[in-house]
């Protein structure tokens, strides 16, 4: 029989090998976490984890295979909480210096005139929010959302104004998952009321129309006064392009559904007002910028993170805020492209830029999730 402190011994000369190993490593990990932190990667590599372990569990016996994968289960795990934290300490106090340098160097009053890039064309939503946030916008128009995140990063305008979210439909969806590709910041937020009218081209009467056009927001906003009347709906990509582009056609059994200001615009009749579902009908807007800007009187942050994909993770950074008694005014959740149900968080916290629980969130969100990504202080204009 063999004796047991002799086998004892070679599990101790094994786990010291090992933890010799795991410092190797652990260090490994840490030299991962610069490079990614230079080259603005994510630490964690799902598809590097899936291949890696696919590769290990093969080359492990049949009969140890399942222990293999729960031992590198963890080691990669141990691997992600340490570059994690090693990112969030050196991110922490690079935010708070951002932040602080942004509120000293940033005017005191928020611009009155500014090249400002909107989505759509003129008469568009996005052109009243403009209005509201500036009282005299220079506005450009693109095609689409990432060309106003474009405008932007390229300097082509310094802001930009983006809707984010509809109290009938709900986010844009569209503009969250730009979000997640472009750098950006959020300067301002205002709310819009939202009529929507049914706009034709002059001479036309309801019963003539059986096809209507808009964006995908306002049919959603229409969708049981588009069933009633038994229309067809057509996704453009804005309402005001949708009214462009029924007074640009030779149909005259086509309307659109748009502001009232379009049909002045487009020389359209309005053949019926306020058709939207509800009345308290508002869409938010972001007014975005490439530098931080925090313009005094900031009272709301807005954060993307991502957090581990296990049981809690999400709660575990939740609490944060409830301990530093934050009020979440918004979270969303949107799907990270390419990583298999992965989720970014977006939240819109209410809390002075100057208060310290809002310092102390900073310095510490970091340790609650994967990724964190500030993405400014402003103020809500109404
Ligand atoms: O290879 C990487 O990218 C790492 O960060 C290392 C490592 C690991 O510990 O093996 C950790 C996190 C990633 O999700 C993938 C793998």
Redesign the pocket.
Known sequence: MEDLSDIRHEIDDIDNAILDLFQK?MD??ER??AY?RTNNLP????S??RA?MAALADKAPEDLRTYTEVLFQL??EA??AR?GKRLAAEHAPKALAAIDQACETTADLFPREAYVACQGVEGAYSQFAADRIFKHPLISYFESFEGVFRAVETDFSRYGVLPIENSTAGSVNKVYDLMMQHDFHIVRTTRVKIDHNLLAKPGTTVEQIHDVYSHEQAINQCAGFIERMGLTPHVVENTAMAAKSVADSDRTDVAALSSRACAQLYGLDVLMRDVQDRDDNYTRFACISKQLEIYPGADRTSLMIVVNHRPGTLFKALAKFYALDINIIKLESRPIPGRDFEFMFYFDVECPVTAPEFRTLMATIGDACEECRYLGSYSEVL
């Open positions: 490593r490994c990990a991962v976490a990614k630490v964690l590599d799902r590097r984890e890696h080691l990669m691997s992600r570059q």
